[in-house]
């Protein structure tokens, strides 16, 4: 089933395996892609004498993975093909112990904590670029925690139990039978989720860890890491704390405007930071989620979930932003269920339905584009007079006979039961008309929302929570400076951050060499 250089590919990734790995199969003899489903699996381990097979009858196709005879609580239900094929080869690899994506002790010590039996679902399409995140962040908990197992659930095989739970957005997460998570995330986020849902006995008023630096990144993406390399390259002791490594680039799936650099995606992008950054003594705390500071003070202060504090003179605030919602009541109610940010991932689920896409940008054009291919009818709807797009954008999606696009358009309300989306209500910004429009799903595309909640009260920002910063990226703190989407710098893009970031640490170590700021 497998190409047969991908099976080389492979024979090389498990050439170091030293665990006994078996793939213990259940399959149902009389089902039509019984023999596809068995061959897939005897690729993989064809790839490697340490691998083996182990078959038995069931109602359902699915594998587990065990070593050296024991359950590692990992499971597939479903070919993990497409984006989650590297989901299968590093649940292998870190089963092995070899370690590709297993957290620091600090964030283990968190997950050996969750309280009780934890079993949990994880639902996929195997087109979605954010699945394999959440996918693999919980098959890590599952080999840290014996009392944690994952299963993740290829969506398309299991149409009924998609139903049945009214899944309308992947990844989603289950956890014991009840809804745990939908849409994009990370190992930190997911912990923190479980945390709140199961119980945990980490204590954290008894973790004392205080770690000291002469300049602290908050922020893991292209702005964070220029920041930390500038900074790193100055003989400092640097530390990155940030959700993950990569930001907000994790989510984007074509690049093909950094400079120097033809064609490359997010994910690619986001690992090609994490080398360059391994390539210096920079201290990186990951799935860090951070809940207060103090950067009033000479030395700052900065405490994450989990009880770690981190201490400097220098705090470079480069947190991104994510995506923007509507702000409409019950939009919470509806996200994973009508409402949806990533047409990559979510789209599938509307083929031969009618959706709307909010915003008339290069984002929501280009969300246009793509759904049109799957969708029945898409509904662009523009704030603006004008749509913001390219015009090569823009002349794609005139061209489309399924894509009707509406300029001054407002979005006033979400239509439902409270559970499953069924329209929206909008009014026609140039005589205050309203009109209610069914539709299947909507996809919002109206920008991003800058991540500085934990700052916000301590630095100058503006009406929009953006960080205010000068032409040398310091803010209205002494020590304190930010760079990247979270602050007022026009033009949110790559290039743009990676530039900032440098320029906030050169800033930083100006200031420190001309004793503004004393380490």
Same mark, same amino acid.
């Given at each position: 089933?497998?190409?047969?250089?991908?099976?080389?590919?492979?024979?090389?990734?498990?050439?170091?395996?030293?665990?006994?790995?078996?793939?213990?199969?259940?399959?149902?003899?009389?089902?039509?892609?019984?023999?596809?489903?068995?061959?897939?699996?005897?690729?993989?381990?064809?790839?490697?004498?340490?691998?083996?097979?182990?078959?038995?009858?069931?109602?359902?196709?699915?594998?587990?993975?065990?070593?050296?005879?024991?359950?590692?609580?990992?499971?597939?239900?479903?070919?993990?093909?497409?984006?989650?094929?590297?989901?299968?080869?590093?649940?292998?690899?870190?089963?092995?112990?070899?370690?590709?994506?297993?957290?620091?002790?600090?964030?283990?010590?968190?997950?050996?904590?969750?309280?009780?039996?934890?079993?949990?679902?994880?639902?996929?399409?195997?087109?979605?670029?954010?699945?394999?995140?959440?996918?693999?962040?919980?098959?890590?908990?599952?080999?840290?925690?014996?009392?944690?197992?994952?299963?993740?659930?290829?969506?398309?095989?299991?149409?009924?139990?998609?139903?049945?739970?009214?899944?309308?957005?992947?990844?989603?997460?289950?956890?014991?039978?009840?809804?745990?998570?939908?849409?994009?995330?990370?190992?930190?986020?997911?912990?923190?989720?479980?945390?709140?849902?199961?119980?945990?006995?980490?204590?954290?008023?008894?973790?004392?860890?205080?770690?000291?630096? @002469? %300049?602290? &990144?908050? #922020? *893991? $993406?292209?702005? !964070?890491?220029?920041? +930390? =390399?500038?900074? /790193?390259?100055?003989?400092?002791?640097?530390?990155?704390?940030?959700?993950?490594?990569?930001?907000?680039?994790?989510?984007?799936?074509?690049?093909?405007?950094?400079?120097?650099?033809?064609?490359?995606?997010?994910?690619?992008?986001?690992?090609?930071?994490?080398?360059?950054?391994?390539?210096?003594?920079?201290?990186?705390?990951?799935?860090?989620?951070?809940?207060?500071?103090?950067?009033?003070?000479?030395?700052?202060?900065?405490?994450?979930?989990?009880?770690?504090?981190?201490?400097?003179?220098?705090?470079?605030?480069?947190?991104?932003?994510?995506?923007?919602?509507?702000?409409?009541?019950?939009?919470?109610?509806?996200?994973?269920?009508?409402?949806?940010?990533?047409?990559?991932?979510?789209?599938?689920?509307?083929?031969?339905? @009618? %959706?709307? &896409?909010? #915003? *008339? $940008?290069?984002? !929501?054009?280009?969300? +246009? =584009?793509?759904? /049109?291919?799957?969708?029945?009818?898409?509904?662009?709807?523009?704030?603006?007079?004008?749509?913001?797009?390219?015009?090569?954008?823009?002349?794609?999606?005139?061209?489309?006979?399924?894509?009707?696009?509406?300029?001054?358009?407002?979005?006033?309300?979400?239509?439902?039961?409270?559970?499953?989306?069924?329209?929206?209500?909008?009014?026609?910004?140039?005589?205050?008309?309203?009109?209610?429009?069914?539709?299947?799903?909507?996809?919002?595309?109206?920008?991003?929302?800058?991540?500085?909640?934990?700052?916000?009260?301590?630095?100058?920002?503006?009406?929009?929570?953006?960080?205010?910063?000068?032409?040398?990226?310091?803010?209205?703190?002494?020590?304190?400076?930010?760079?990247?989407?979270?602050?007022?710098?026009?033009?949110?893009?790559?290039?743009?951050?990676? #530039?900032? $970031?440098?320029?906030?640490?050169?800033? +930083?170590?100006?200031?420190?060499?001309?004793?503004?700021?004393?380490?």
């Amino acid at each position: 089933m497998l190409d047969s250089s991908i099976l080389e590919q492979v024979k090389g990734v498990f050439g170091s395996l030293s665990s006994d790995i078996t793939l213990s199969v259940t399959r149902n003899s009389n089902d039509e892609n019984s023999a596809e489903f068995s061959s897939f699996v005897e690729d993989i381990a064809s790839t490697s004498d340490k691998i083996k097979t182990v078959y038995q009858e069931g109602e359902q196709f699915s594998f587990s993975i065990l070593r050296n005879g024991e359950e590692t609580g990992i499971s597939f239900r479903g070919i993990p093909n497409g984006h989650e094929f590297t989901s299968l080869l590093l649940a292998i690899l870190n089963s092995d112990g070899q370690g590709k994506n297993l957290p620091d002790e600090a964030i283990a010590a968190r997950i050996k904590s969750l309280k009780g039996e934890i079993r949990l679902q994880t639902y996929v399409s195997l087109t979605c670029t954010n699945c394999p995140d959440v996918v693999q962040a919980l098959n890590v908990m599952a080999l840290i925690n014996p009392n944690i197992s994952n299963e993740m659930v290829d969506g398309g095989l299991c149409q009924d139990e998609i139903q049945r739970l009214n899944i309308q957005g992947v990844p989603s997460v289950y956890v014991n039978g009840e809804p745990l998570h939908t849409g994009r995330g990370d190992l930190g986020i997911l912990l923190q989720e479980l945390e709140d849902k199961v119980g945990t006995d980490h204590d954290e008023n008894a973790v004392q860890t205080v770690r000291e630096y @002469d %300049v602290i &990144v908050l #922020g *893991g $993406g292209p702005a !964070g890491a220029s920041s +930390a =390399i500038y900074s /790193a390259r100055k003989g400092l002791r640097v530390a990155i704390v940030a959700e993950r490594i990569g930001g907000q680039v994790n989510d984007t799936t074509g690049i093909e405007n950094l400079i120097s650099v033809t064609k490359t995606t997010g994910t690619q992008l986001a690992a090609d930071l994490r080398t360059h950054i391994n390539d210096y003594s920079i201290d990186v705390f990951d799935n860090r989620k951070v809940v207060s500071t103090n950067l009033k003070e000479a030395i700052k202060t900065v405490s994450v979930r989990g009880g770690e504090t981190f201490t400097a003179p220098a705090v470079v605030i480069a947190t991104g932003a994510s995506w923007r919602r509507l702000g409409l009541p019950d939009e919470d109610k509806y996200i994973g269920h009508g409402e949806h940010f990533c047409p990559h991932c979510d789209g599938p689920f509307y083929k031969g339905k @009618d %959706v709307a &896409v909010i #915003g *008339g $940008g290069n984002s !929501g054009i280009e969300a +246009a =584009i793509d759904l /049109a291919g799957i969708c029945r009818h898409v509904t662009v709807l523009e704030f603006a007079d004008a749509m913001r797009a390219d015009e090569v954008l823009q002349q794609k999606v005139a061209s489309l006979p399924n894509v009707e696009v509406f300029l001054s358009t407002q979005t006033t309300a979400l239509l439902g039961d409270g559970q499953k989306l069924s329209g929206i209500r909008v009014k026609d910004r140039t005589n205050d008309e309203e009109r209610d429009i069914a539709l299947d799903g909507v996809f919002v595309q109206i920008g991003l929302s800058p991540n500085s909640d934990a700052f916000k009260d301590q630095v100058e920002v503006t009406p929009r929570n953006e960080i205010i910063v000068d032409a040398t990226n310091r803010t209205s703190l002494s020590g304190v400076y930010a760079a990247g989407d979270v602050t007022t710098v026009p033009y949110k893009q790559i290039t743009i951050a990676m #530039g900032e $970031g440098a320029k906030a640490a050169l800033s +930083a170590f100006d200031d420190r060499i001309r004793g503004v700021i004393i380490g």
